[in-house]
């Protein structure tokens, strides 16, 4: 899986949009408007950034799972932000349901009323 294909799958979920906040080559992937909007994948040329979990301990379980392919995300790692390499070890279907995790969380922890149509928790 590339980078395109991957900010293709993110941009199919209901209220996302790509936004480059800091001028990088490849954008974040925000879902909600205005204030509430929240990132859920910081897309980058080989890895691509996720919630796991609420908190380190489902976000632990990649680690170990595929110690070579997944890091702790610098400055959000103790949130239970990962940062999985598209290099191919972690498989394609593994990658997809990670950003499908990453969107779920965030989306549910926005108030209601921001929450965009569509969106099934």
Do not use: T
């Amino acid at each position: 899986m590339d980078v395109h294909e991957l900010q293709d799958h993110c941009l199919a979920k209901p209220g996302a949009w790509p936004d480059n906040p800091w001028d990088h080559e490849h954008p974040v992937i925000k879902v909600a408007d205005g204030a509430h909007a929240r990132i859920f994948a910081f897309l980058g040329a080989d890895s691509v950034g996720v919630k796991a979990g609420h908190g380190r301990e489902v976000a632990d379980a990649w680690l170990e799972r595929h110690p070579g392919a997944a890091r702790v995300m610098a400055y959000l790692g103790r949130s239970g932000w990962n940062d999985l390499d598209l290099s191919g070890e972690i498989p394609d279907d593994e990658l997809l349901d990670a950003v499908d995790e990453s969107y779920r969380l965030v989306v549910e922890k926005l108030p209601r009323k921001h929450r965009p149509p569509g969106w099934e928790g």
